[in-house]
């Protein structure tokens, strides 16, 4: 058997989870670098208290779930319904389904192939890392023996920028914009400094479909979303952006796969009372045909 398992952070699919995501993403020391455990436990229960209800009164505005297990259970059911070679299946970090409970299902031997496929376009220690970490710990404390085979981030991957592409300009014929923002997930500057590759991808990433999208749109803005706390973090920031929009704009929310309460919550819903003019927000390539047709090449090349 080769079985694929997709990794991402998760989502709550409940309010009651909301407390579980932050609990555990905060005592992530990939996420909060503090080096002391008791300390970083103490800070991240300290956050988790603080930003618990908070977070439930923005997932009840999305009906009470984040949309993302969902989503990614059908584009695990499509894969598996669509061939034989790869078994399909998923794991979040900080939600149920845990790696532990995933592995537990599969009765996998020495012949087999595990996959290790990040939902994640631009490597950060704090998504790719973290995430790799994690499976590996479970895989060696479960004795598991069958081969392991880790996936590459994708951003320069020809076929997935051809999906993205398609997709704004898709979006464009129904809603048309002369703008076009790229709205990338925040990291705090100091990760940057101690040599985080991601800002540099998601830079890279964006030249690579300025050079194909130019023609389309008479400004292309890159931005930075969901910033948490006082320190310095990416910019500039996505709210900024939207409110001093000249133009009608569409948001293509660049480091995300699959839809999330980043995208459905902040982008389509939160920052709607900021902008200045109106936007329309594309969704992550999520189950989508040409997603599916990515992933069978990627796992094939």
């Given at each position: 058997?080769?079985?694929?398992?997709?990794?991402?952070?998760?989502?709550?699919?409940?309010?009651?989870?909301?407390?579980?995501?932050?609990?555990?993403?905060?005592?992530?020391?990939?996420?909060?670098?503090?080096?002391?455990?008791?300390?970083?436990?103490?800070?991240?229960?300290?956050?988790?208290?603080?930003?618990?209800?908070?977070?439930?009164?923005?997932?009840?505005?999305?009906?009470?779930?984040?949309?993302?297990?969902?989503?990614?259970?059908?584009?695990?059911?499509?894969?598996?319904?669509?061939?034989?070679?790869?078994?399909?299946?998923?794991?979040?970090?900080?939600?149920p389904p845990y790696a532990n409970e995933v592995l537990k299902k599969y009765s996998l031997n020495s012949k087999d192939e595990i996959i290790l496929y990040p939902l994640y376009p631009h490597h950060s220690c704090t998504t790719v890392t973290s995430s790799l970490d994690?499976?590996?710990?479970?895989?060696?404390?479960?004795?598991?023996?069958?081969?392991?085979?880790?996936?590459?981030?994708?951003?320069?991957?020809?076929?997935?920028?051809?999906?993205?592409?398609?997709?704004?300009?898709?979006?464009?014929?129904?809603?048309?914009?002369?703008?076009?923002i790229f709205s990338a997930h925040s990291l705090p500057v100091s990760l940057i400094k101690k040599g985080d590759l991601y800002e540099k991808h998601i830079n890279e990433h964006v030249q690579i479909l300025k050079e194909k999208l130019k023609n389309h749109f008479e400004?292309?803005?890159?931005?930075?979303?969901?910033?948490?706390?006082?320190?310095?973090?990416?910019?500039?920031?996505?709210?900024?952006?939207?409110?001093?929009?000249?133009?009608?704009?569409?948001?293509?929310?660049?480091?995300?796969?699959?839809?999330?309460?980043?995208?459905?919550?902040?982008?389509?819903?939160?920052?709607?009372?900021?902008?200045?003019?109106?936007?329309?927000?594309?969704?992550?390539?999520?189950?989508?045909?040409?997603?599916?047709?990515?992933?069978?090449?990627?796992?094939?090349?």
């Amino acid at each position: 058997m080769k079985l694929v398992l997709f990794l991402n952070m998760g989502g709550a699919t409940n309010l009651k989870d909301c407390k579980t995501f932050l609990k555990n993403m905060f005592n992530d020391p990939y996420i909060l670098g503090i080096k002391n455990r008791f300390l970083r436990q103490f800070v991240a229960w300290m956050i988790t208290l603080s930003r618990t209800k908070a977070m439930q009164q923005n997932y009840i505005k999305m009906g009470g779930k984040s949309p993302l297990n969902e989503i990614t259970y059908k584009l695990c059911h499509q894969l598996n319904s669509l061939q034989k070679e790869f078994k399909f299946d998923f794991i979040n970090l900080y939600v149920p389904p845990y790696a532990n409970e995933v592995l537990k299902k599969y009765s996998l031997n020495s012949k087999d192939e595990i996959i290790l496929y990040p939902l994640y376009p631009h490597h950060s220690c704090t998504t790719v890392t973290s995430s790799l970490d994690v499976l590996q710990r479970e895989i060696e404390k479960l004795n598991i023996t069958s081969k392991i085979k880790i996936m590459d981030i994708f951003y320069k991957n020809t076929i997935y920028n051809q999906m993205i592409i398609s997709h704004i300009l898709d979006k464009k014929n129904h809603f048309n914009a002369k703008t076009l923002i790229f709205s990338a997930h925040s990291l705090p500057v100091s990760l940057i400094k101690k040599g985080d590759l991601y800002e540099k991808h998601i830079n890279e990433h964006v030249q690579i479909l300025k050079e194909k999208l130019k023609n389309h749109f008479e400004e292309i803005i890159l931005s930075y979303q969901s910033k948490l706390g006082p320190i310095k973090w990416l910019e500039p920031s996505t709210s900024d952006i939207l409110s001093k929009l000249k133009n009608k704009a569409l948001i293509y929310p660049i480091s995300f796969c699959i839809d999330c309460s980043e995208t459905i919550f902040e982008l389509g819903i939160e920052y709607r009372d900021l902008a200045s003019q109106d936007y329309a927000l594309i969704s992550c390539p999520n189950h989508s045909d040409e997603f599916i047709d990515f992933i069978l090449k990627s796992l094939k090349n």
